[in-house]
């Protein structure tokens, strides 16, 4: 039995829109910050029995397409014909709704490819985690972490940018809505690259915006870290305000808060939303003005769940 735990991140360049559905290859290049909340803890066992099974706490779940997508191709890459029992734990705040693929499927390609005995790069798990979901290839880094794009299976994988992050960046999570009904992320991109007039401009515009936010991290400057995610997250939704038929992932509470953001702005501080496909937002912010930050959202919107994350590490095994 192995175990990994692997933490979650948030794409400040996002990834949206396969070129390549099969092959999981991106249209563009992403980056994004490993958090240090926000975890999963998945273990894998191989054994003598005839179906992979898998448990999501105690219980027992039929096992997805991308699960098994990624124990193929552990199984292939080992020679192993055995089953999978799969055993996953969400670390997230109760009922936070913020749960996330990436973490998912990063624990997953560790526990698994060392359940295998397989001695994989960590170029080769960002691989292995892609094939599971595109946003889980980053989380086997910590820190900042960008995704290339890439033509073909070997050369679409992550890397560090910076994995120790030493200036005081920082990330407050909100939960605004944990029921609704979801456009999950792949039916959701797979919509904006068929029907989005405007896919073509959003893909190339954010593969121009990685060097510039490399630009950025290296400056350490969080002004221009926030202005550049919150601008390129709003091309990525303005992709789903395009589609046809059109949709979006914003609720009327995440307008709301976006416009408090940048009222708080015009105060002087580094605050900037980024919005992946839920509407609960993500605000960049400098650490010591959190508290000054929150208690402004909270006098205008009380009752919000605010969960304060810092850079994280990358995907790691816990037992072997
Ligand atoms: O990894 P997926 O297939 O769940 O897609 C993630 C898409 C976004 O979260 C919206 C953006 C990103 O780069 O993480």
Redesign the pocket.
Known sequence: MSKARAYTNI?LI???GKRDVAEMLPYNS?L?LTLDQFYTETSVDFVDQKEDQFFFGSEAQPVSPKVKRVLDRVRSLSGRDQAAVVKTVNHVPTSAGLAS??SAFAALAVAASAAADLQLSQRELSILARHG????SRSIFGGFVVWHAGVDDQSSFAEPITETVDFPIAVLAILVDQGRKKVL??AG?QASVETSPFFSAWAQTAEQAIPKMEKAIANQDIAEIGALAETNAMQ?HATTLSADPPFTYFAPETLKIWEIVREIRTKGLNCYLTL??GPNPKLICQLQDIETITNYLQNRIPDLTYTLCRPGSGAQLVAK
């Open positions: 794409a996002k990834y949206w992403s994004s693929s990436a979901s595109g946003s889980a992320s792949g991109m990525m992946d496909a």
